[in-house]
């Protein structure tokens, strides 16, 4: 991790000697400046830490349903990514539903910080929020072989917010859903009352 993290602070420190270039007025000297491109390699790694890590890093441990069959929904997990074509970070919270398969003899839970990790592992990386809501979406398939899943993200995206188009208030919404949740239009309602009562 040290050679990738020279070689990018590197590269930012051109990239703040190239803006030196467009804006004179830019101070590559400021105390606040100096060591800005050391800060944001780090940060970039943080960002993208999801790269090295696999469902099996955040799913290590299920449990029987008890023969549960209802909706385990966790709400409002909150997460940060960066989206992959401007490299800004976009900001929101994911809705993760699933519902356990009881027809199985190996019909699985999973702790609930468990859910938020998958979340976090699955945001931090560069992407679309649209891949980021379908990858949780298959991660808890994989993982839990669910009746069915659920997840709807939303996302407030810097490219766009702070950027371009500048509107500061708009949201995206996505959402990735399978099994009943694709078959039962009223489960899939019963989803959408409980994140939004």
Avoid: W
């Avoid at 703040?16 to 800060?39: C, E, G, V, W």
Wanted: aromatic share 6%; glycine share 6%; net charge neutral.
């Amino acid at each position: 991790m040290f050679e990738a993290h020279k070689l990018m602070a590197s590269g930012y420190k051109t990239v703040l000697q190239a803006l030196k270039m467009a804006y004179p007025a830019f101070d590559l000297n400021d105390p606040n400046i100096t060591d800005s491109h050391n800060r944001m390699a780090r940060a970039l790694l943080e960002m993208c830490s999801g790269l090295g890590a696999t469902n099996g890093d955040t799913v290590n441990a299920t449990f029987p349903s008890e023969k549960y069959n209802e909706v385990i929904l966790l709400k409002d997990i909150d997460f940060t990514s960066l989206c992959a074509h401007h490299f800004i970070p976009f900001t929101g919270v994911a809705h993760v539903a699933y519902l356990p398969d009881v027809t199985q003899q190996d019909g699985r839970v999973v702790g609930l910080s468990k859910l938020a990790r998958i979340v976090d592992v699955h945001a931090q990386r560069p992407q679309l929020q649209e891949r980021m809501c379908y990858s949780i979406m298959e991660a808890l398939k994989s993982e839990l072989r669910p009746a069915g899943v659920m997840v709807v993200v939303q996302a407030a995206h810097g490219c766009l917010t702070c950027r371009g188009a500048r509107k500061a208030n708009a949201i995206m919404l996505t959402s990735a859903l399978d099994g009943k949740f694709k078959e039962d239009p009223k489960l899939r309602q019963e989803f959408l009352a409980l994140i939004h009562p």
